[in-house]
């Protein structure tokens, strides 16, 4: 589609090119992994004889991808919003990271994230930090939080990189500057 729709120079900001969206794309995703599970996913990732502990890690991080895919067509929902809206630079569609006003990431990333926790983790008695060690928290609320926190940090990344943005993830991550954002 990059070449058939998109031969005239494009604008310094918005989506860049094949390529940079390609790339961006895969190293979400691969961030996203090594954030929750930590960079030795074999020493992680547990077997199937462990069923509890795997199924808590499979079901949460299908809930953690669909909150990521949240916030990412959100994400692209106002950015087109603004574009139509005529933005001009940058910063009209960096606000646009990560707005939230019909509560949809909200729940997507918290409630549905929890009560997959809750369900299928703290229920059968699972460790979140054992299971997660990327995240590290064991207290379940904690836990969310800094979960949506990463998926908050990484995606800002993902989208600054795509979209040839500036936005300080630092601060979307958890509304301070911190350096909880790399």
């Keep these: 589609d990059d070449s058939k729709k998109c031969s005239a120079e494009p604008p310094d900001f918005g989506a860049t090119n094949a390529t940079t969206l390609n790339d ?3 190293q979400k995703e691969l961030d996203l992994v090594h954030a929750i599970f930590g960079l030795e996913l074999n020493d992680v990732i547990a077997p199937a004889a462990d069923k509890f502990k795997s199924k808590c890690q499979q079901k949460v991080a299908s809930k953690v991808k669909k909150c990521q895919d949240t ?4 994400f692209n929902e106002c950015k087109k919003s603004a574009l139509k809206q005529g ?3 940058a910063a009209d569609i960096e ?3 990560f707005v939230d006003p019909e509560g949809v990431i909200a729940k997507a990333c ?12 703290v229920r059968k008695e699972v460790d979140l930090a054992d299971a997660f060690p990327g995240i590290g928290h064991s207290d379940p609320n904690d836990f969310v939080d800094a979960l949506d926190q990463t998926v908050e940090c990484l995606a800002c990344l993902a989208v600054n990189e795509a979209d040839a943005l500036n936005r300080d993830c630092d601060e ?4 301070l500057l911190n350096e909880s954002c790399p």
């Excluded at 918290?110 to 983790?121: D, E, F, P």
């Excluded at 979307?172 to 509304?175: P, R, S």
């Design 95 to 97: 606000t646009c990271i």
């Design 24 to 26: 961006a794309a895969v």
């Design 87 to 89: 933005a001009a630079e």
């Design 71 to 74: 916030k990412l067509k959100v």
């Design 110 to 121: 918290v409630a549905k994230v929890a009560a997959q926790v809750r369900s299928q983790c």
């Design 172 to 175: 979307v991550d958890d509304g």
